[in-house]
T-cell receptor
């Protein structure tokens, strides 16, 4: 039972354009959402997060949007850069379970020149 | 070291053998986590340590899997009688305080151990 879903396994975007990565979840107990970025042969690194009390969080080129009614979140990268090429994981945490993150399967982003 | 260190980076073993995977967390991090990523899957939670105790081991897939942590530092994940479905990348992460949402996001991952069971 995949509680966090990233339905696009890959995405290709031209440098300078916007990258939009999507994530859907099914567990209404999730109250905190995170995006992690992973380069080959490295562990995931934290990118940006959002609490369920917000609908948007911005950090430089990265913005995460949360639509609770649709149980959907998205990560926008503007402008996209070649160094953004990586696998992006969406993760969620349920209230009262600070220890456990539920991850999606990841989306591989390729930013082309 | 500055980051989370895992060893070995790669492990090839035969079905039925036992394996031990090691994790050295960031110094001072009280929380330690094990995750695994099978081919085509997301990261799957295995176990969480706070200090030397494991308040959440709900993700361990079977009794062939066990983990311990000593001295509030190094952790070992042991898989007994390995099966082919155990093949995956096993990731360790550490953090300061998982109950503080401001630091929960600061989960630092190691590079993982690629386990291949033949």
């Amino acid at each position: 039972d995949q509680q966090v879903k990233q339905n696009s396994p890959s995405l290709s975007v031209q440098e300078g354009r916007i990258s939009i990565l999507n994530c859907d979840y099914t567990n209404s107990m999730f109250d905190y959402f995170l995006w992690y970025k992973k380069y080959p042969a490295e562990g995931p690194t934290f990118l940006i997060s959002i609490s369920s009390i917000k609908d948007k969080n911005e950090d430089g080129r990265f913005t995460v949007f949360l639509n609770k009614s649709a149980k959907h979140l998205s990560l926008h990268i503007v402008p996209s850069q070649p160094g953004d090429s990586a696998v992006y994981f969406c993760a969620a945490r349920a209230a009262g379970t600070a220890s456990k993150l539920t991850f999606g399967t990841g989306t591989r982003l390729q930013v082309t020149l | 070291g500055a980051g989370v260190s895992q060893s070995p980076s790669n492990k090839v073993t035969e079905k039925g053998k036992d394996v031990e995977l090691r994790c050295d967390p960031i110094s001072g991090h009280t929380a330690l986590y094990w995750y695994r990523q099978s081919l085509g899957q997301g990261l799957e939670f295995l176990i969480y340590f706070q200090g030397n105790s494991a308040p959440d081991k709900s993700g361990l897939p079977s009794d062939r899997f066990s983990a311990e942590r000593t001295g509030g530092s190094v952790s070992t994940l042991t898989i007994q009688r390995t099966q082919q479905e155990d093949s995956a990348v096993y990731l360790c992460a550490s953090s300061l305080d998982p109950d503080d949402s401001a630091t929960n996001e600061k989960l630092f991952f190691g590079s993982g151990t690629q386990l291949s069971v033949l």
